[in-house]
């Protein structure tokens, strides 16, 4: 038994001791790091490049923790894949040089600036909705000195009481002399298609075939997170009646954004502000045909921490005046009212709207929460509700939402990305 | 206007030359040593380029080595051994790391390029008991460094942002072939009989 046991031992042991080495020492049975370098003390912690003055303090001091400590890359990676995110930096890349003292390294995260592309195409947005069918959007951009020319198709039953579909152009400058002045005019030629529902409740004359639009306008940042738009929109549209008749609605246009963002999604949470007031003001002055006043406000609070995405929005607008079909408010689609069908609540869309919602999304799963009224008269506001469950991950976003009421409830399905 | 052609013979001086850089420039060495066959690569060096740039920045680079034996034809398969290996790169003693992924694993250390390249293709040599003396055998090593998470997935964080899918990085990924994406080498030998190595080794 003995002799086996020795037998054994010199068998293991022979060809590792006849082995032929390497130049530097061999370990086996290692289960300790791959990288050499983890036994490197990390002597400080930099962030260079644009934007490095905008992060966040707890990101920060995260950051300066890590002096002392040995060097560690995938964590250091995810920090980079962190301060990426806060900043939505196109590119952080981390640098590791020696340090001052032995065995010591600093540690440099360098935020990279964006690449201008010079083509770039885009797949916007894309929707199936049970009731309203498809809708996609997509345009190609081409970048030539600061210059941006795009062209696009559209085809949407969603937003509007309207089916419109046909191409979007545009041309924007984002530099007029400054950073804080950008430039832009947008051109859109659609052919309508409409609901029986809406056919049936419209007037002769507010039903129109075609529609094209001409808009130019003009970004100032105020303040870095308030930024004001203002122009004009020119829009003729070809009426349906037995003898075809064109008529125009231009109005003057300006909208006050306000965009804030802070925090990381990671331990303390990121918290997005987005808030918007617009008007549309058609005027005789522009030789519009109908004059109207159009005012729309718009929030939305978001709050992200790690597998949890908290968002709640609001919507508040009113007409007055006669607007024609494509300024007037929606509820019932894929983004409001989510449940419902805009044509069961209002065919031709309404003169007034009030709208909330609350999503909150855990690891994928997406469940909603919608109230609003559309309406033209105090007394056919009705509050409507609805409620949703889904899965929502990278923009892409199925789910199935039931309106809240009395009788048969009949689900709405939809499914697609970035509406 | 007289049209001017191409002489035969400096397209044969063109091939031969290429041949000549190629056998030149890749040649997998075998020897055999108590049983077993080894390989190495003299004019092969993968710590170079990329791989080398991020072991600079004290970033580990795995690689994936991969030995194919062919014996009696090119069609019969003997074995495929993959085998995967880390690779770093100490800054303060500038020398370099090695680690094979196995069970249990094996790592060596205080290495210089050249050294770290050969002890990875010297743990990668084969078992040839059992192998005929007289038997023919073809041999290919592969090398292939793995991309850090820049390898992309389609519908990672960048392809989506808030305008969209953008088609134009998507199309980027789709079009690049996956083998031009990672730094890679394939050297092939053979035939040659373990006779024939043996022969050699004597006579070196």
């Not at chain 1, 549209?237 to 802070?262: D, G, I, M």
């Not at chain 1, 709050?303 to 509820?331: N, T, W, Y």
């Not at chain 2, 190495?40 to 080398?52: C, D, E, N, Q, T």
Request: with cysteine; glycine share 8%; net charge neutral.
């Amino acid at each position: 038994m003995r002799t086996l046991f020795l037998t054994g031992i010199f068998v293991i042991a022979l060809p590792i001791c006849c082995a032929p080495f390497p130049d530097g020492p061999l370990d086996n049975d290692e289960a300790g790091p791959t990288n050499v370098n983890t036994r490197l003390i990390v002597e400080s912690v930099q962030v260079s490049g644009q934007g490095s003055a905008k992060l966040s303090d707890p990101l920060r001091s995260e950051l300066s923790e890590f002096a002392g400590k040995n060097f560690d890359q995938p964590l250091l990676e995810r920090l980079a894949d962190r301060i990426k995110q806060e900043l939505h930096a196109p590119d952080v890349r981390m640098h590791v040089v020696k340090g001052d003292m032995p065995d010591h390294v600093i540690v440099n995260f360098e935020i990279g600036v964006e690449r201008e592309k010079r083509f770039d195409l885009d797949l916007a947005r894309f929707l199936y909705h049970s009731k309203q069918g498809w809708s996609g959007q997509g345009h190609a951009t081409v970048n030539i000195h600061e210059n941006a020319f795009s062209f696009g198709m559209i085809s949407d039953g969603d937003r509007l009481s309207e089916r419109y579909a046909g191409i979007q152009a545009g041309f924007e400058r984002r530099h007029v002399g400054t950073d804080r002045l950008q430039l832009r005019f947008d051109f859109a030629s659609y052919h309508e298609q409409w609901n029986e529902a809406t056919l049936l409740e419209a007037a002769p004359g507010d039903i129109y075939r075609t529609r094209t639009q001409f808009s130019p306008t003009a970004t100032i940042v105020i303040l870095e997170p308030l930024v004001v738009s203002f122009g004009v929109d020119f829009a003729r549209y070809r009426l349906s009646l037995p003898v075809a008749n064109t008529e125009s609605s231009n109005a003057v246009v300006s909208t006050l954004r306000y965009h804030q963002r802070w925090g990381s999604a990671g331990d303390e949470g990121e918290q997005d502000i987005r808030a918007s007031y617009s008007v549309r003001a058609g005027t005789h002055f522009l030789e519009s045909d109908p004059v109207f006043a159009r005012h729309e406000t718009e929030a939305r609070y978001r709050f992200r921490r790690r597998h949890q995405d908290l968002s709640i929005g609001f919507l508040a607008g009113k007409i007055s005046g006669l607007a024609p079909l494509f300024e007037r408010f929606v509820l019932g689609n894929a983004e409001t009212l989510r449940g419902w069908n805009k044509f069961d609540l209002d065919p031709l869309g309404a003169s007034r709207v009030v709208h909330g919602s609350i999503d909150y999304v855990y690891r994928g799963f997406l469940v909603f929460y919608d109230t609003g009224a559309v309406w033209d008269r105090p007394e056919h506001r009705e509050q409507k509700q609805s409620l949703g469950l889904g899965c929502k991950k990278s923009g892409f976003q199925l789910a199935v939402a039931f309106p809240v009421r009395t009788g048969v409830v009949s689900p709405v399905f939809y499914a697609g990305m970035n509406f | 206007m007289r049209m001017r052609t191409i002489k035969p013979w400096w397209v044969i001086a063109a091939f031969l030359s290429g041949l000549a850089f190629a056998m030149w420039a890749e040649e997998l060495v075998l020897s055999t040593q108590e049983g077993r066959l080894e390989f190495a690569a003299p004019r092969v060096h993968f710590l170079v380029g990329k791989p080398l740039e991020r072991l600079r920045n004290a970033s580990e680079v795995p690689f994936v080595f991969k030995i194919t034996l062919w014996s009696g034809t090119r069609t019969h398969v003997l074995r495929e051994v993959p085998a995967r290996f880390v690779v770093s790169y100490d800054l303060w003693e500038e020398k370099f790391s090695v680690t094979k992924l196995v069970t249990p694993r094996r790592t060596a250390r205080h290495l210089t390029d050249n050294a770290a390249e050969a002890w990875c293709l010297q743990e990668m040599s084969q078992d040839v008991t059992g192998i005929s003396a007289n038997e023919p055998l073809w041999a290919r090593l592969e090398i292939r460094a793995e991309d850090s998470k820049e390898s992309g997935l389609p519908f990672g964080r960048g392809n989506i942002t808030d305008s969209g899918i953008n088609l134009t990085s998507l199309i980027e990924i789709f079009s690049r072939p996956a083998a031009t994406t990672q730094p890679h080498w394939t050297i092939e030998t053979g035939p040659v009989t373990l006779d024939e190595l043996r022969r050699g080794r004597r006579r070196g």
